[in-house]
T-cell receptor, first 111, second 115 residues
Framework: GENVEQHPSTLSVQEGDSAVIKCTYSDSASNYFPWYKQELGKRPQLIID?????GEKKDQRIAVTLNKTAKHFSLHITETQPEDSAVYFC??????????FGTGTRLLVSP | DAGVIQSPRHEVTEMGQEVTLRCKPI?????LFWYRQTMMRGLELLIY????????DSGMPEDRFSAKMPNASFSTLKIQPSEPRDSAVYFC?????????????FGEGSRLTVL
């Protein structure tokens, strides 16, 4: 079955710096790659996603890149702010509506 | 819509007791998922339903776990008997069939502590 690996597990940056989180997946059939943000004690919520026919997608300060050949995708956050502090999960979809998540990255943005 | 509703939000029980977690998906969503979240393993898919029918239960850890969806607006996840290693946050999520994206809408979660 699909296996998603995510790195790093924790990431500390200064406010205004950029943050990059990387994920790899194993199933070449996966074609949908979302990113979820989970604030402390809250539910995970979708922040951005990308499909396999697109190499990059951007939404304001966040962007996601996908390399299907290498089976990896990344989340980029620019000009980080303290409210970006959260746990971020990547995921891959090997079958219709079934998402397999990575283990999460705890991002801490210090003022 | 109020979103996905889960109950209880917190449950503390003793080893060996039966635990039942409940979920009400968003109206009109035909997919329902149960995930377990722990520090060590992140978000693990336990089981998911489509139109009330279990599609994939390969993530259910063992026979102590069972899930049902008797109708489109209600699902339960039961653990019997419970063990300390079952302590985790259990999330229910729903998704509309035919959606362009596979976005999941999560509930607030049920935090289970087994002593």
């Amino acid at each position: 079955g699909e296996n998603v690996e995510q790195h790093p597990s924790t990431l500390s940056v200064q406010e205004g710096d950029s943050a990059v989180i990387k994920c790899t997946y194993s199933d070449s059939a996966s074609n949908y790659f979302p990113w979820y943000k989970q604030e402390l004690g809250k539910r995970p919520q979708l922040i951005i996603d990308i499909r396999s026919n697109v190499g990059e997608k951007k939404d304001q300060r966040i962007a996601v890149t996908l390399n299907k050949t290498a089976k990896h995708f990344s989340l980029h956050i620019t000009e980080t702010q303290p409210e970006d502090s959260a746990v971020y999960f990547c995921a891959a979809q090997p079958g219709f509506q079934k998402l397999v998540f990575g283990t999460g990255t705890r991002l801490l943005v210090s003022p | 819509d109020a979103g996905v509703i889960q109950s209880p939000r917190h449950e503390v029980t003793e080893m060996g007791q039966e635990v039942t977690l409940r979920c009400k998906p968003i109206s009109g969503h035909d997919y329902l998922f149960w995930y377990r979240q722990t520090m060590m393993r992140g978000l693990e898919l336990l089981i998911y339903f489509n139109n009330n029918v279990p599609i994939d239960d390969s993530g259910m850890p063992e026979d102590r776990f069972s899930a049902k969806m008797p109708n489109a607006s209600f699902s339960t996840l039961k653990i019997q008997p419970s063990e300390p290693r079952d302590s985790a946050v259990y999330f229910c999520a729903s998704s509309p069939q035919g959606a362009r994206t596979g976005e999941l809408f999560f509930g607030e979660g049920s935090r289970l502590t087994v002593l």
